[in-house]
């Protein structure tokens, strides 16, 4: 089964969540990746490791609109006749997926969570309180793969790069600036990321979130209100209407636990939840609870993360 999948290599570089798409596809088919931009041959090649067997990349276009991106993906799907298409359920994924649905009539599931069975693909439903499965009736398929719920997994293979024109025409909008969010580690890959919420009174008190979360090599992520009333960027915003995120460890301090936000995190591996209420809805899916104070239980684990660090 020929497979095609879209990576996101703009900034020169390949994210985790690429390495996941193409670990899934390899789980399909034969994979074929598309990309756009700058990326070296030598950032390319790694994606062999991954299960690529080839690599289409236009260097002409070096841009981000999403129709655009759909008119390449198309052109590489009609040339390698991929009879799926994976993607990753990303900002870029979300927008460009549907588009390309719409010009191939082809069925999209998004938000898989695991690889097709029997024709049927396993997603989150109901804010991630069950599953459900879909099968896509259409010749060719669309998959949109939820970050972090697949591991990329190196196969020790190598990939053709070739250079492809995607004939993807003039953009229909002109990014004049973007600006980057800071902080050295991607909230949507982090294994580990330190969260809090209203429960921290206001944004001057974050120091002791970004102190825990520096002991440990954390992502900060809060609460949709705390980036809503501006205490923290909106891009560190988790839950339904924020960034989903599924790392190996998700530290809630002063965070109520609604299903709104719940929606974006229940995936994580161990959930440790601080609240000063015992009757807090977050203990319900938390692996460990704390009742206790923020501000007297993070600087204590902080200590402790940095004693254990300096012994081991
Ligand atoms: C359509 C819709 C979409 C939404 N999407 C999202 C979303 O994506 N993400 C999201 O987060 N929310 C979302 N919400 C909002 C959500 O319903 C909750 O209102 C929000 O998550 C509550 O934020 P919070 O827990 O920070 O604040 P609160 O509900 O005010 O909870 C604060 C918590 O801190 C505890 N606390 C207080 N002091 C301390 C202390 N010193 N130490 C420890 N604990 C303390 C309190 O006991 C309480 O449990 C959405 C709502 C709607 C209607």
Redesign the pocket.
Known sequence: MSVLVYINSNDGKIAKNALEAVTYGKKIGNVTVVTNGSAGDDVLAELGNYGAEKILIDRSFNGSDEQQLTKLVAKAATSTGAKTIVFSNDLVGKAVAPRLSVRLKAGLVAGATDVPTDGKVRVNVFSGKAFGYVEVKTDVKIISLLPNSFQPEQVGGSAAIEEFNGEVGEAAITVKATKKPEGSIPLPEAELVVSA???L?GPEHWGIVEDLAGALGAATAC????ADIGWRPHHE??????VAIRPNLYIA??????I??L??VNGSKTIVV????EE?PFFKAADYGIV????EVLPRLTEAVKKFKAAN
């Open positions: 919420g209203r429960g009174k609460s949709r209100p705390v915003h988790v839950g339904q209407t924020g301090a002063g965070i109520s636990g609604a709104q936000h929606a974006g601080i609240n000063t209420d807090a206790g104070d923020a501000f």
